[in-house]
């Protein structure tokens, strides 16, 4: 029989239909034979860790908002009443006088508007590399879903294809089978070749069954991905997804580590760094904030006439702070802060070596996966060429039943190889794609 994936992928598409159907509820916002494109944009979207890296920029921008309202004047209202058991007294020219009156009262309003505050220096100029740190996490956040998506659809649409290479190993088991035993009932041959017929028969029942839960294991890691549980229903198309025609790459290209999105929170990090060493700096500076305030004043000896007289009062004026002396906690937090610049940029370096590394892998990989993807289609080529012309001579009489079935298992293993190595190519030209930074994130 001809190994055609085109109508395989057709018989998987139908196979996958069939599997959603069953599941306890259908999932609205995805069509109802998702595409891998369509897979990608629900799960830019609805994946849970997609989802935490919105909310994550969310709260970054109620923190900026926070420090950065420390330029805004800041006023406060402070009450007093107070009962005097005993009055104060003043010695004066020679008599203790008391001084007061028993009871007291006072409400005091005052505003505070800083001038110059390292801290608020800090957080203005923080603001830009802290969004910019949520917005890269929320890139290499979207990058690991596209690969784990593609890498998950793939994987998938590799065991559906098993599926039915294993369904057409059965059929072809099932007609020799029935051959044999036929055989065997008419005295042309022992019972030997329809018992083993009928282990290989059962071998391969087993094999599909064993196929079918993993398949099952597959969905449900891809709704993980999607951010749907694993009861809700999800239906795949495959049609015109040509796995073939997604292995080629331009081995060319060369790293260049800007793209990569972890170079660039490395940096974001440096100058976040840099900043705060700045800080440091800036502690030497003095504090100067102006304020103004307004208070209402209460006194009377008599509780109940208390709040009869007003006595207000109010001010305006700046505060100074001048830090002198601290012990060398400045000079010591300076020195940190230097510190920890020197070992980022070590990080970075080791992030370039890493990124070579990793590059050089991925590539390696694909080479090596390409050669064996070749190498497979090759040998399921010929394995069939094979099982086909030792067929017409088991048919004929010429060849036996024991080399029939050695050409029928050299043919659904070569297939197998083949779906195997080519998911292998695919996956690896995935981590390339990583390695270089290109991965598409805007489908």
Known sequence: MKFNFKDLFIYA???????????????????SNATLDELINFALSNKIEVKQAKIDQEIA??????????????????????????LPTAYINGQNIAMGQKNTSSLT????????????????????????????????????????????????????????????????IQRQYTDANARYETGLVDKIDYKRA?????NA??????????RKYKYDYLKTLLGLNPTDGLNLSFVGQDMEANVLLDTSELVQIANRVEYRQLKNLQDIQKLNTQYQKWNYLPRLSAFANYGLNYRNNAFA???????PQSSVGLTLSIPIFQGTKRVQEIRKSELQETR?????????????????AAMASYRANTIEWRNAKDNMDLSEEVYNTIKLQYDAGLKTYLELMTAETD??????????????????????QKALGTVDINN
């Open 13 to 31: 598409s139908i196979a996958a239909v069939s599997l959603g159907s069953a599941m306890a509820q259908d999932n609205r916002n995805l069509s």
């Open 61 to 86: 921008e109620r923190e900026i908002a926070s420090a950065l309202s420390g330029w805004f004047p800041q006023i406060n209202a402070n009450g007093n009443l107070s009962h005097f058991i005993q």
């Open 109 to 172: 309003f005052q505003a505070d508007q800083a001038i110059i505050n390292p801290g608020l220096f800090q957080a203005s100029k923080a603001a830009q590399f802290i969004r910019q740190q949520n917005t890269l996490n929320m890139e290499n956040t979207k990058i690991n879903t596209v690969v784990d998506v593609s890498k998950a659809y793939y994987d998938i649409l590799t065991s559906e294809e098993q599926i039915n290479i294993i369904n057409e190993n059965i059929a072809r």
């Open 198 to 202: 009928q282990i290989s028969l059962n």
């Open 205 to 214: 029942n087993a094999q599909l069954k064993s196929a079918l839960e993993i």
């Open 305 to 311: 006439d208390l709040y009869g007289n007003n006595f």
């Open 344 to 360: 980022l940029e070590m990080d970075l370096e080791n992030l370039e070596n890493q990124i070579g590394a990793q590059y050089s």
């Open 411 to 432: 043919l659904k293993t070569s297939q197998l190889n083949y779906l195997n190595s080519l998911y292998a190519v695919l996956a690896s030209k995935l981590d390339i």
